[in-house]
């Protein structure tokens, strides 16, 4: 069974950082493709960014491209997402998601592609 799980989130003021972990449990995450989505209050849940299973290719939304970097350690079955510059809009549950993938350089951008799910962390970004 794979089980993403999320951790790194917090209660931060405007303009400062944060980085989020997530650690993949339970098979090689060199198989998965990763990635970063968040939910804000009342809205849908969104793609923040993802990692192609070889680390190799990246896709970050435009909303966070300048600030947000994600990254990812094969050998510790771990993904990153270093958040800077934080705005009062980052606010939301962060979730981890993967799925197994034959592409190396495969970079999935909508839920529905992704086949595990975290419990999410909570980012609160404060004026």
């Known amino acids: 069974q794979v089980q993403p799980v999320e951790s790194g989130g917090g209660l931060v003021q405007a303009g400062e950082s944060l980085r989020l972990s997530c650690v993949v449990s339970g098979r090689t995450v060199s198989n998965y493709a990763m990635g970063w989505f968040r939910q804000a209050p009342g809205a849908e849940r969104e793609f923040v960014a993802g990692?192609?299973?070889?680390?190799?290719?990246?896709y970050s939304a435009q909303s966070v491209k300048e600030r947000f970097t994600i990254s990812r350690d094969n050998a510790e079955n771990t993904m990153y997402l270093q958040m800077n510059s934080l705005k009062l809009e980052d606010t939301a549950v962060y979730y981890c998601a993967a799925t197994n993938t034959d592409g190396i350089y495969y970079v999935p951008r909508e839920e529905h592609h992704y086949d595990y799910w975290g419990q999410g962390t909570q980012v609160t970004v404060s004026s």
């Open positions: 990692v192609s299973r070889s680390g190799v290719e990246k």
